[in-house]
């Protein structure tokens, strides 16, 4: 009983520790096609402002998890793509004021959680 303890513990220990940033909330874009996440990548423009002219859809949102403190912490490109896939999935052509924040997620079993938010827009 005593020699399987140390197993247990190191199992879980390793179980706890994952080098791929997970997507905690935000978009789900699983549903999509590869070839519709290329194209959004390129098609969608991110913008550092709306137009005047531009007509809003509303907000994008990602969120992506850092596992642990040794774990390689998300790419912005990551978020970019994920808020893109979602603003091509609705319609937008654009994003734009993109805020990228990061703040220690420990109680949702994360070292640090990366947020993106931005505007989904469609522009002329």
Same mark, same amino acid.
Request: net charge neutral.
């Given at each position: 009983?005593r020699r399987?303890? *140390?197993?247990v +513990?190191? =199992?879980?220990?390793?179980?706890g520790? @994952?080098?791929? *940033?997970g997507? =905690?909330s935000g978009?789900d874009?699983?549903?999509?096609? =590869?070839?519709d996440k290329?194209? @959004?990548?390129k098609t969608?423009e991110v913008? @550092?402002?709306?137009p005047?002219s531009? /007509?809003?859809?509303?907000?994008?949102?990602?969120e992506?998890c850092q596992?642990t403190l040794f @774990?390689?912490a998300p %790419? $912005?490109? &990551?978020?970019?793509?994920?808020?893109k !896939?979602?603003?091509?999935? +609705?319609?937008?052509?654009?994003?734009s004021d993109v805020?990228?924040s990061? $703040?220690? !997620?420990?109680? $949702?079993?994360?070292? /640090?959680?990366f &947020?993106? &938010? !931005? /505007?989904? %827009?469609? &522009?002329?």
């Amino acid at each position: 009983m005593r020699r399987g303890i *140390p197993l247990v +513990l190191s =199992l879980l220990l390793l179980a706890g520790c @994952s080098s791929v *940033p997970g997507t =905690l909330s935000g978009n789900d874009i699983s549903h999509l096609s =590869l070839r519709d996440k290329r194209m @959004s990548d390129k098609t969608i423009e991110v913008l @550092s402002q709306a137009p005047k002219s531009a /007509n809003v859809l509303g907000q994008v949102v990602s969120e992506r998890c850092q596992s642990t403190l040794f @774990s390689e912490a998300p %790419l $912005e490109k &990551t978020l970019l793509v994920d808020m893109k !896939a979602e603003a091509y999935r +609705l319609g937008a052509n654009a994003i734009s004021d993109v805020k990228i924040s990061q $703040e220690g !997620a420990m109680g $949702e079993g994360c070292w /640090n959680k990366f &947020t993106a &938010t !931005a /505007n989904m %827009l469609v &522009t002329q």
